[in-house]
């Protein structure tokens, strides 16, 4: 197969579309992927993976293909002969809608040919030029609401103008949804944080929900049961919903329809705030008349309990708009002095008056919250400092500590190193000289004298220069002197009477020690 083949007619079809504007990056698209594929071997429409998400873009050579039904390398144009038979025919069909456009424009008014040519397309290339400069100004994304087939055509064409002629910043693209019905949404989407996510909820949320007022009513008449009323009253319902969309269009306001629930559900949009619209009819409580079955069934068991009262439908309807919060709504119903229809102008402002109550409310909360979170930030500062300056003020205490017990230690091993010496000494002179004792008294001195040498804080691997002044105290070190403050974090503690005892104690003893009072008792002491 050649590139410049006939194209079949779903490639076509398909051809056009991505014409059109649609890069088949959407879950909608997935399955005319690999069709997009073979149009790429064809050189008609361009494929990139550019940072991560799947775009199909026409070229040239497409835009080419749908002006003219020809592939623009095939050998009959290229050498000057006729086309082939179905591409003469699209070419007969395009050659028929030039003229008939040409006709239109001319019984429309008086254009020179030079100019009837350029205009359009500069006119378009113009408006894709402020359509990016919008984008870039309403913070990247742009809404028409309900566009018609006409106006629809001609934001795709300046779509497809703003990406063909480079008008589309560095590292941004465009895309849009809603190109057959419904909101059309444009959006400038960063290469670098494509957001996926926020916009396929836009997408879908356009094709589940419209403001279009003939989609709006198909959707009703086509299922009324979201409307909550008997058959006898779905007309009567139907032509309050019109009634009240059109009022929301004189106000500035949209009655849209949510297609996505079980069944469509009307909801009233001022500005960006939705509110559900629910049309309820109200019923009657009326006397039971029992029917014949129950009355024979009431004669064979005499037990048997009828209901007092029978539920009728009324006629009247009651329609509920929801405010902020899931429990709260304004209700209006109809009643013996007017009906809802003539009270739809009212409704509206209350809506309004409603939704700008709720703002003022969410907006009072939302200072209440920043106020609890403020102080709530200030007592933990408080907090972490008063822990701070406890920390800081036990540091040297625990430093000193240390110090002492250090200290201690090894001024306790010396006075014993000492002491065991005397006690060898000793041993050594006063024994008695003989021979059969002196042996093992002389491995007794010796083994005495190297645990001496051993305990000694003046020689030997455990001297007292050996040990770091500034000594680094640990959590554990601090806790005698932070009261019940954590030592790893500004909290209180708990403690338990025994491991507070256990704290006074290790504290009492250091401040008391001097000199001249001996530790703990050494091993030979135990």
């Not at 106000?251 to 079980?262: E, L, Q």
Request: overall charge positive; hydrophobic content about 35%; proline content about 5%.
């Amino acid at each position: 197969m050649q590139r410049w083949d006939p194209l079949k007619e779903h490639q076509l079809l398909l051809l056009r579309r991505i014409g059109d504007g649609d890069d088949l990056s959407g879950p909608d698209g997935l399955d005319h992927r690999h069709s997009a594929r073979a149009l790429q071997t064809r050189r008609l429409v361009d494929i990139s993976r550019r940072g991560g998400v799947w775009r199909a873009q026409i070229t040239d050579a497409g835009r080419f293909y749908l002006d003219n039904g020809i592939h623009p390398d095939h050998p009959d144009r290229l050498l000057g002969g006729a086309a082939a038979p179905r591409q003469r025919a699209r070419l007969v069909n395009t050659t028929k809608r030039s003229e008939s456009a040409s006709a239109k424009s001319e019984a429309g008014g008086a254009v020179t040919a030079a100019g009837s040519a350029g205009t359009p397309a500069a006119a378009t290339v113009e408006q894709a030029r402020q359509l990016v400069e919008r984008l870039q100004a309403e913070g990247g994304t742009v809404r028409v609401e309900s566009p018609g087939s006409e106006e629809r055509a001609r934001w795709r064409r300046v779509i497809h103008a703003a990406k063909q002629h480079g008008l589309v910043p560095a590292g941004f693209h465009l895309k849009h949804t809603g190109r057959a019905a419904g909101d059309l949404i444009i959006r400038l989407s960063n290469d670098d944080d494509p957001d996926e996510t926020d916009w396929n909820r836009i997408r879908l949320n356009t094709r589940r929900v419209t403001t279009d007022p003939d989609l709006v009513f198909t959707a009703l008449a086509r299922n009324p049961a979201g409307l909550e009323v008997t058959e006898a009253s779905v007309p009567r319902a139907l032509d309050l919903i019109r009634g009240l969309a059109a009022e929301a269009r004189r106000r500035g306001h949209r009655v849209g329809v949510n297609t996505k629930t079980k069944n469509p559900s009307v909801y009233l949009q001022v500005d960006k705030t939705r509110r559900r619209v629910r049309l309820i009819e109200e019923y009657d409580e009326i006397p039971h008349v029992p029917t014949e079955q129950e009355a024979r069934q009431l004669r064979r068991n005499r037990w048997m309990v009828l209901p007092k009262t029978d539920r009728v439908a009324s006629g009247r309807l009651r329609m509920e708009i929801a405010r902020a919060g899931w429990d709260k709504k304004d209700t209006w119903a109809d009643d013996k002095r007017t009906t809802l229809e003539k009270r739809l102008p009212r409704i509206i402002r209350d809506v309004e008056a409603g939704i700008a109550a709720d703002e003022e409310a969410k907006q009072a909360a939302q200072r209440a919250h920043d106020e609890y979170v403020a102080e709530l930030n200030r007592r933990e500062a408080e907090e972490r400092r008063r822990w701070q300056a406890a920390i800081d003020e036990a540091r040297p205490q625990a430093v000193e500590l240390l110090r002492k017990k250090a200290f201690r230690r090894a001024y306790d091993s010396w006075i014993s190193a000492n002491e065991i010496r005397a006690f060898c000494d000793a041993l050594e002179h006063a024994a008695p000289d003989e021979l059969a004792d002196s042996g093992n008294r002389t491995r007794w001195i010796d083994w005495a004298r190297a645990a001496a040498d051993r305990l000694d804080p003046t020689q030997g691997e455990r001297t007292l220069a050996g040990i770091e002044f500034d000594i680094e105290p640990k959590p554990g070190d601090l806790r005698p002197f932070i009261g019940d403050w954590s030592p790893t974090e500004p909290r209180r503690e708990y403690r338990s009477e025994r491991d507070q005892q256990a704290i006074d104690n290790a504290r009492l003893q250091a401040d008391t020690w001097h000199h001249g009072m001996r530790g703990r008792a050494t091993w030979w002491r135990k």
